[in-house]
Structures are given as structure tokens and as C-alpha cells.
């Protein structure tokens, strides 16, 4: 038994034909109900339908005579990964897909989730009295780092990563939209060619827009039909990963202020532009240094300087794991107190200046101290 066959058992999707065909959707013989339209995109529309056993899916509709050839193969590559992927749990699945071509109408069943990040986040930073919640903000960027962990594990490059296409299923993101996304020759090169600029303009990366394998004196780097060539890998998902966590800490990705695209876009090339990373995030609430660090790595123009996925998952972090080892949060507050202390003990006529023995004593005695009084009272400061 598939496992259409098994999602959907009656309990099963009948195959039998109902008289409210307007209702009704037959997906290679098996009988869906047309609940409403849950998302649009380009030529594709998305559809919440119910087989008989009332499981709810998700059904794209694409018309494919609004179609080029280069979305044709999009949707086509969206296939092939997702039937490649059908085993990766951080990435939506693909049920079934049919093709009509007298209609020219490609369906494809997939996986339904509940919201995507778009939504959640939209919510968040307009509601009343927005702020920025370092915890929630940890919880996501996890979430993001373990689905484009999971394909980059295939040596895929997914390569229009934006908070769109990370949706929620039963309180876990999983990535969607593969249509642009590509598996990497990792036996000739690290990057993914490409011969057309896509992508969503705020979280693309410098090297997808800047043409790297522009050709040069003695060289042909060109397609087939003679335009230039990108390579695409996967610091480029990093750094519209970086992209996303800006926009959860201060409400907008990094260029979004700059209202004209094409200015956008050369600003994003040019290294002549700064990012700027405040010290107060949406609301007014303070950015811890370790989030502003694991910004400024992800936002480097410079690929190879970027981290990988994995090391951003890394317990190393000190980021997404601000107290593993011997790390101990501290105030300025509580800093003061260590130094009122030590200075205090240094001015001691009785006792001194601190011998080496004892100075080398004084990190384990203070962080003993600072995790007693964290323990106690919950606080650093």
C-alpha cells in the first residue's frame, strides 16, 4: 500500500465520481473534496482539500499555459526533490501529482500545514506593543537551521529561503516550495549553476545576484543559449537565513528600507554599504552579543566567510546555546560587584596585593558565586 493509499483509507478516497463535480477533484482516481483556496503564487493556486476519511491535504494548481520554460522545469525539479526527499521530516510531502494535458493543468498533493513564518511573524511585529522575544526568536531560528539542514544533507541548495516558505505542521517548521531549488554536482564544483537571477529580492544572497561566472578573456562560462552563468551554493542559504533572523530582531530583513528594488539590489552587491546592527531591537529590547554575532557571520558578503548550517547548530554556538559548558549569563550590575570586590581586596593593607596563587583561584570563586546566586535567585544581576 502507497502512502496516499494509507493517508487516505477510509476510510479512503473513493473512486467513484460524485455528481458535484464543481466540488470535487479526481487526483489520478481518487476523489478529493475542494474545501477553499489557502495561498497564491504566480500560476499556481493552493487548495485545502478532504479525502473521504476527512484527512486534509494540500492541493497546488498550476496552470501551465501561463507557464515559460523555465517554470515548466521548476515544477518539474519541485517534484523530483520532493520524491527525493519523501523520507526527511523537516521537509513538506509530496502524496501524489498528476499532469493534464488537455487542460494543462499540473495538480500536486502535498503534506497541509497550519501557518507559515510569514504569517507568524506578520503577526508578531504588528501587533499591539510589538517586541522582540529573544526566546521565541531562538526557538525559530532553530527551527529554520534544522530544515535547511535536513536538504543540505542531500547537497541541496534550496536558494529562495524567506519566511514564507518555512510552514508550520503540528508545532514544527518544515521547508516547502522547492521549485528554484538545486542538487549540487558535489563531484565537479560546490555551487549550483544557474542561468536566470530568482529569488525574493530581500533575502537573496550578493552572489546569486552578481554574475561570478561572468565570462573572461579565453573562457566560455555560458549557457546553452548563450547567457551568463551564477553559482549558487550553500553559503547563499545562509545567508538569507541571516536575513530572516534580522528581520525577527528588528521587524525588517537588512535592505528592506530601501523602498527602490534596483537600489536594493545593487546595495545588497555592494560592499561599500553597511550593515548596520543596532543594539535595541523591535520594541526597544536589548540584542543579546551572541545574536549579533551569529548576524554579522551570516550577513558577510564574502561566502566562504560564512559558517555552515552545521556549525550554526553546533553547542558551540553561543547563540542557540548561551549556557552549555561553563558559560554564565552576567550583568553589568553584577560585574561591578566583582570588580568593587577585587579592587576592595587589593586595598586591604592586612592582606596585600593577591598572590599568583590566589589570583588564579579567583574565576573558579566567582563563577561558583555568580551560578549560586542564578540558582537562587533566578537572576544575574
Not at 455528481?19 to 477553499?36: A, E, P, S, Y
Not at 503564487?41 to 482539500?49: E, H, I, K, L, R
Not at 534596483?262 to 554599504?273: E, F, Q, Y
Request: charged share 25%.
Amino acid at each position: 500500500m502507497s502512502v496516499l493509499d494509507a493517508a487516505t483509507k477510509t476510510a479512503g478516497a473513493s473512486t467513484t465520481k460524485s455528481k458535484k463535480r464543481r466540488q470535487h477533484i479526481l487526483i489520478n482516481g481518487k476523489l478529493f473534496t475542494q474545501m477553499n483556496k489557502v495561498g497564491k503564487g504566480g500560476s499556481s493556486d493552493v487548495y485545502c482539500v478532504m479525502a473521504e476519511n476527512y484527512k486534509l491535504f494540500a492541493l497546488k494548481k498550476v496552470k501551465l499555459e501561463d507557464c515559460d520554460e523555465s517554470a515548466m522545469r521548476g515544477f518539474k525539479g519541485e517534484i523530483d526533490l520532493l520524491t527525493k526527499l519523501a523520507d526527511v521530516e523537516r521537509v513538506i510531502r509530496l502524496f501524489d501529482w498528476e499532469l493534464d494535458n488537455e487542460k494543462q493543468v499540473l495538480s500536486v498533493l502535498m503534506e497541509k500545514g497550519d501557518q507559515d513564518l510569514n504569517r507568524i511573524l506578520t503577526i508578531q511585529l504588528n501587533g499591539t506593543d510589538p517586541k522582540f522575544d529573544p526566546v521565541l526568536t531562538r526557538f525559530y531560528w532553530k527551527e529554520m537551521l534544522e530544515c535547511v539542514q535536513a536538504v543540505h544533507d542531500y547537497d541541496i541548495v534550496h536558494s529562495d529561503l524567506k519566511p514564507a516558505n518555512f510552514l508550520s505542521v503540528q508545532g514544527k517548521l518544515k521547508l516547502i516550495d522547492f521549485g528554484i531549488a538545486n542538487a549540487i554536482d558535489i563531484a565537479h564544483t560546490v555551487n549550483v549553476h544557474r542561468d536566470s537571477h530568482i529569488g525574493t529580492p530581500n533575502y537573496m544572497s550578493p552572489e546569486s545576484i552578481l554574475d561570478t561566472n561572468a565570462p573572461t578573456p579565453g573562457s566560455e562560462r555560458t549557457s546553452n543559449n548563450g547567457s551568463r552563468l551564477m553559482k549558487i551554493g550553500k553559503p547563499s542559504d545562509v545567508w538569507s537565513l541571516g536575513c530572516i533572523l534580522y528581520q525577527m530582531v528588528y521587524g525588517r530583513p537588512p535592505f528592506a528600507h530601501i523602498a527602490n528594488q534596483i537600489s536594493r539590489i545593487m546595495a545588497i552587491t555592494n560592499s561599500k554599504v553597511v550593515i548596520e546592527f543596532p543594539d535595541k531591537g523591535v520594541g526597544g529590547v536589548t540584542v543579546p552579543s551572541a545574536l549579533k554575532g551569529t548576524l554579522r557571520r551570516c550577513l558577510q558578503r564574502d561566502l566562504h566567510a560564512r559558517p555552515t548550517v552545521k556549525q550554526l547548530l553546533s553547542l558551540s554556538d553561543s547563540w542557540l546555546y548561551p549556557d552549555v559548558g561553563n558559560a554564565v549569563a552576567m550583568s553589568e550590575d553584577l560585574l561591578a560587584q566583582i570588580i568593587d570586590k577585587v579592587v576592595e581586596r587589593c586595598k586591604d593593607p592586612k592582606r596585600g596585593i593577591p598572590s599568583p596563587d590566589e589570583v588564579k583561584q579567583y574565576p573558579a570563586s566567582f563563577m561558583s558565586k555568580i551560578r549560586e546566586m542564578v540558582e537562587r535567585d533566578g537572576v544575574v544581576g
